[in-house]
T-cell receptor, first 115, second 114 residues
């Protein structure tokens, strides 16, 4: 069974540009969450999608957005990039938001560097 | 809001020694707790999870954790450290009310010395 696939693995962008990151969850998983990891702030929740609907959203500016497609694949977009957006962006896939905590499986992440 | 606190950003042990990584949680309701490990330039791998079925939880690679409600703790242990255990470890709590949002601790970097 293939794991969570994030593309690209590495990305270098210039301030002011926008970027789109992609996440393909494990087959059969319908919930996708995104996290930002930085040395200063640690792991912070961005948003969660289930059945193409955003279920939860973290405390990030509107420049950060996401979406989920009917095949459960998800993308996140960051517009007007700032130096502080440099981070490892992690995607997590799980079966779905049930009351029993399903395990979240993480991809290897996309390392975004803003110059 | 639920949160977790990891005491000690860096822990160093000798190979073969006991590993103890500390995590305390704050929650007004029974929490769902997790331990993840992260190797350099990698994503997070689930070590174990607490879902109220048993207070002593066994995970992968010889790790285990004990849920202690009276101490609001969920410390991670391994009887004998191996060089391959060197990594960063994160404690996390899942939010109540459905959804899969995880709130992470600040992480503990484990160093294993010969």
């Amino acid at each position: 069974k293939a794991g969570v696939t994030q593309t690209p693995r590495y990305l270098i962008k210039t301030r002011g540009q926008q970027v789109t990151l992609s996440c393909s969850p494990i087959s059969g998983h319908r919930s996708v969450s995104w996290y930002q990891q930085t040395p200063g702030q640690g792991l912070q929740f961005l948003f969660e999608y289930f059945s193409e609907t955003q279920r939860n959203k973290g405390n990030f500016p509107g420049r950060f957005s996401g979406r989920q497609f009917s095949n459960s694949r998800s993308e996140m977009n960051v517009s007007t990039l700032e130096l502080g957006d440099s981070a490892l962006y992690l995607c997590a896939s799980s079966l779905g938001p049930t009351t029993d905590p399903t395990e979240a499986f993480f991809g290897q992440g996309t390392r975004l560097t803003v110059v | 809001a639920q949160s977790v606190t990891q005491l000690g950003s860096h822990v160093s042990v000798s190979e073969g020694a006991l590993v103890l990584l500390r995590c305390n949680y704050s929650s007004s309701v029974p929490p769902y707790l997790f331990w993840y490990v992260q190797y350099p330039n990698q994503g997070l791998q689930l070590l174990l999870k607490y879902t109220s079925a048993a207070t002593l939880v066994k995970g992968i690679n010889g790790f285990e954790a004990e849920f202690k409600k009276s101490e609001t703790s969920f410390h991670l242990t391994k009887p004998s450290a191996h060089m391959s255990d060197a990594a960063e470890y994160f404690c996390a709590v899942r939010s109540t009310g459905g959804g899969n949002k995880l709130t992470f601790g600040t992480g503990t970097q484990l160093k294993v010395e010969l």
